[in-house]
């Protein structure tokens, strides 16, 4: 089992900068590849990120590159998702959510076993 536990959420300006963290306790997080979902309100979970276990590949969906950077931390058991340039649409739920033993970037939720709690990022106009 593992524990996903996401921060870093908040209130944000349109063009501003959030950092969010989820860090993973339980087992080791190392042999994990990590994914960042969002859910708005009234709308479907969608992807926003992944990186594998080792951090050396990641992936983004179109609308987050050049924004978004996915990056991992094992001896910390963290994953960040530093979000720059946000705009409203932006705002939603945040999750992490976490593979064992895959080399991959998970695109689809199914795919992935944890699930963290959430983080609300709200940007305003």
């Known amino acids: 089992q593992v524990q996903l536990v996401e921060s870093g959420g908040g209130l944000v300006q349109a063009g501003g900068s959030l950092r969010l963290s989820c860090v993973a306790s339980?087992?080791?997080?190392?042999?994990?590849?990590v994914g960042w979902f969002r859910q708005a309100p009234g709308k479907e979970r969608e992807f926003v990120a992944a990186v594998n276990w080792s951090g050396g590949n990641a992936y983004y969906a179109e609308s987050m590159k050049g924004r978004f950077t996915i990056s991992r931390d094992n001896a910390k058991n963290t994953v960040y998702l530093q979000m720059n340039s946000l705009k409203p649409e932006d705002t939603a739920v945040y999750y992490c959510a976490a593979v064992d033993h895959s080399t991959a970037t998970p695109i689809y939720s199914s795919e992935y076993d944890y699930w963290g709690q959430g983080t609300q990022v709200t940007v305003s106009s």
């Open positions: 339980g087992r080791t997080f190392s042999s994990y590849a």
